[in-house]
């Protein structure tokens, strides 16, 4: 059963367990609800990258931080269907488009990123879109479009927010995730850990996800990528039993939902990933590049997927309908 009425004792109870047993858990509920042969593959491309005006503490494409990041305006589309063609024949099913933006504005920027929704849905992937805060009518335009997922993160909890993100608050986000929904875009909604946060914290970001009306179809969990300029460059490095308690948790609590194992995966190895598998991940970013950093190749990915007997998800299937518990 799926239920969005979860308390946080209850999920720190699943969170705080023997870690064996979490992991087991969380392999018997994606067995139950997912089938763990598959792994969604979504490629993403920075669109429109760097110069971006919030203080976001972990990104490399804030303009007040000296990173090494090209700055580079809105691309051409043409060539960003180019790059989506190649994804698709190397055996990707959603491409993500991001842009470093605050929020999207009316203008012919976005006049152009509709074109290329148009070109890629064309192309039959799913196509979704990572460009900050929408208002709800810029979310029907995109739904309009051919949009079929919007990725907007929480990235936090709401307490621990303040300290990351100071130019917006917690609650412009959930807006945002609600104007998606609204539109009927599947909602793409998850976090990054190793940011300075406590279990407490962690777990209130879980808390927030899983209790919305509907749980995000999608919901990634990023480690931290330490990004030289940024002010969390110097963070530990995160440890990857706390990366597999994470997807754990969020694979129980929230069964029927895609939970992505995103960020970090350059600097984990092939078995950690597996754990990472085994405890309920099953998407991948994949692609040389995340928006502006290093992630594993296409071939070592299928390298990866061919000695775990995962293969690709295929495109547009639906996710399971959710019956939910009441409040
Ligand atoms: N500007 C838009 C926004 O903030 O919603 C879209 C692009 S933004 C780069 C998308 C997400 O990437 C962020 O919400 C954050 O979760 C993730 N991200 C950015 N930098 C990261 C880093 N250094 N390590 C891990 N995840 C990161
Ligand atoms: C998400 O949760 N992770 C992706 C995607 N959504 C847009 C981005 C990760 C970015 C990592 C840092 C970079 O490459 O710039
Ligand atoms: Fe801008 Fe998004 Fe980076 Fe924040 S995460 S600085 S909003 S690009």
New binding site residues.
């Given amino acids: 059963m799926i239920r969005n009425n979860w308390t946080k004792d209850e999920i720190a109870a699943v969170y705080n367990k023997p870690l064996l047993e979490l992991i087991y858990e969380a392999a018997t509920v994606h067995r139950k609800y997912q089938d763990t042969a598959e792994v969604q593959v979504c490629t993403l491309l920075s669109i429109k990258t760097g110069g971006?005006s919030?203080d976001?503490a972990?990104?490399?494409?804030a303009a007040r931080y000296t990173t090494n990041v090209d700055v580079h305006a809105l691309m051409k589309t043409e060539e960003v269907l180019s790059y989506a063609a190649k994804a698709k024949a190397a055996g990707s099913t959603r491409f993500c488009m991001?842009?470093?933006?605050?929020e999207v504005r009316d203008n012919r920027d976005f006049d152009r990123v509709i074109e290329m929704v148009k070109g890629v849905n064309a192309m039959d992937m799913e196509v979704c879109c990572?460009?900050?805060m929408l208002t709800e009518a810029q979310a029907q335009r995109l739904y309009d479009a051919g949009v079929y997922a919007y990725?907007?993160?929480l990235?936090t909890s709401e307490e621990h927010y303040g300290e990351i993100i100071t130019t917006r608050t917690y609650d412009d986000r959930l807006k945002t995730l609600n104007h998606v929904r609204k539109a009927g875009i599947s909602v793409c909604s998850g976090?990054?850990i190793g940011l300075g946060e406590t279990h407490e914290d962690r777990i209130g970001m879980l808390y927030t996800l899983s209790t919305l009306p509907q749980h995000p179809e999608s919901v990634p969990v990023?480690?931290?990528?330490?990004?030289k300029g940024?002010p969390l460059e110097n963070n530990d490095k995160v440890d990857i039993w706390d990366m597999v308690r994470m997807i754990a948790t969020a694979r129980i609590i929230m069964p029927a939902t895609m939970v992505r194992l995103?960020?970090?995966r350059a600097e984990m190895s092939v078995a950690e990933q597996a754990l990472c598998f085994m405890a309920g991940a099953n998407s991948i970013f994949a692609g040389e590049k995340l928006?502006t950093?290093p992630n594993p190749s296409f071939n070592e990915d299928m390298a990866m997927f061919d000695l775990l007997g995962l293969k690709p998800r295929a495109a547009f299937k639906e996710e399971k309908k959710e019956v939910l518990t009441p409040h």
Wanted: proline share 3%.
């Fill in positions: 971006c919030e976001c972990y990104c490399p494409q991001g842009a470093a933006w605050r990572t460009m900050g990725n907007h993160n990235d976090g990054i990023n480690a931290l990528v330490r990004v940024t995103s960020a970090g928006l950093t």
